[in-house]
């Protein structure tokens, strides 16, 4: 198996590396690439230091069975056609493809199908969308959800290293602005991305990319997105409506529980809690009516909401076109 890995230095890329080799995958060889300034770097996989390579358009012609991509959507937009062509599979983090229709839009647990006899690129969601759905879908599915409220506690690591050491030199003092529109210690700011007609870009990705993963371009979504002085893991408060009755809360609890990867738990469940884990957690679960429940959700944005999804995308995809693999890698 031959893997590569773009922006393979940023948090994302650190992250895909550590959750690749924690997985029982036969890596052959694993290939690092990001931008000059981090070339010459080495990180560690399964032992073994590995260079980080200057990304550059030729390196896609030595062949690929998977291609990770964490390096942003101008990046993405030039390098993953070309790694596309040379390659079996290209799993892209950015929201450069998410809507493309041509393109899946991928959470394995929900619709890993879309997997099976593709080639080309897939589009790895917005992190904030991976953990609502993963805690949502088992609803949707038994009960058709119709309206979510949302509001997200996002924290800092969702911006990258920068917005990590923004965090990190306003604690000691330094509060000039220049990741995110205010200062973020001991604050919350309640944008994330430009606006669009009142909606900022987080949530236009909320709104749209839910509607895509679950098919279904009826359900209204309306979410706030925060940032929050948390160095790691995303949460969400949610409120939703469903078509149809719920019959208990018991019966609410146990189709929540029934989502694959999500632990449903009457602790309180905190960012700090899930740091490092590769599960979706829910709790304050609430059955207001027969039609609307409330719950907290907590994630590591960094795994579940990006590196771990792209890797279960890979996972996924091998082993619904394994057959076709075999023949691919023996020629």
Same mark, same amino acid.
Request: charged residues 20%; aromatic residues 8%; hydrophobic residues 45%.
């Given at each position: ?22 997985? &029982? $995958?036969? @890596?052959?060889? /694993? ?5 000059? *300034?981090?070339?010459?770097?080495? +990180?560690?996989?399964? %032992?073994? &230091? $590995?260079? @980080?390579?200057? /990304? ?5 012609? *030595?062949?690929?069975?998977?291609? +990770?991509?964490?390096? %942003? ?259």
């Amino acid at each position: 198996m031959r893997i590569a890995i773009v922006g393979a230095t940023g948090a994302v890329g650190r992250n895909m590396v550590a959750v690749l080799e924690n997985t &029982e $995958l036969t @890596v052959d060889e /694993l290939h690092l690439f990001a931008s000059e *300034r981090s070339a010459g770097q080495r +990180l560690s996989f399964r %032992g073994v &230091e $590995l260079p @980080v390579e200057k /990304l550059a358009e030729d390196v896609f012609a *030595r062949g690929y069975d998977y291609v +990770l991509f964490s390096a %942003g959507s101008d990046v993405a937009k030039h390098f993953a056609p070309i790694a596309a062509h040379y390659s079996n599979l290209v799993i892209d983090n950015s929201s450069a493809f998410r809507m493309d229709p041509a393109i899946p839009l991928v959470v394995p647990e929900i619709n890993g199908h879309l997997l099976r006899g593709y080639r080309g690129i897939v589009a790895n969601p917005n992190c904030s969308t991976i953990q609502m759905l993963l805690a949502l879908y088992r609803i949707h599915d038994r009960y058709q959800l119709s309206e979510i409220f949302v509001s997200t506690y996002q924290s800092v690591s969702g911006a990258g290293y920068k917005g990590i050491s923004e965090y990190e030199q306003q604690l000691g003092g330094v509060y000039e602005p220049r990741v995110f529109v205010k200062q973020i210690a001991h604050n919350v700011i309640p944008l994330i991305g430009d606006l669009r007609d009142d909606i900022s870009q987080e949530e236009w990705k909320m709104i749209n990319e839910t509607r895509k993963i679950l098919n279904s371009r009826a359900l209204n979504v309306y979410p706030t997105t925060v940032r929050v002085p948390v160095r790691i893991g995303h949460s969400e408060a949610i409120i939703a409506r469903t078509l149809f009755p719920i019959m208990s809360k018991a019966d609410l609890i146990e189709t929540i529980s029934s989502g694959e990867n999500v632990v449903v738990t009457e602790d309180i469940v905190t960012p700090v809690d899930v740091a490092g884990n590769d599960l979706t957690y829910v709790c304050r679960i609430r059955l207001f009516d027969a039609h609307t429940f409330g719950a907290w959700v907590v994630a590591d944005n960094l795994r579940v909401g990006a590196a771990t999804n792209a890797v279960r995308i890979l996972l996924k995809h091998l082993s619904l076109n394994l057959s076709r693999n075999q023949v691919m890698q023996s020629c």
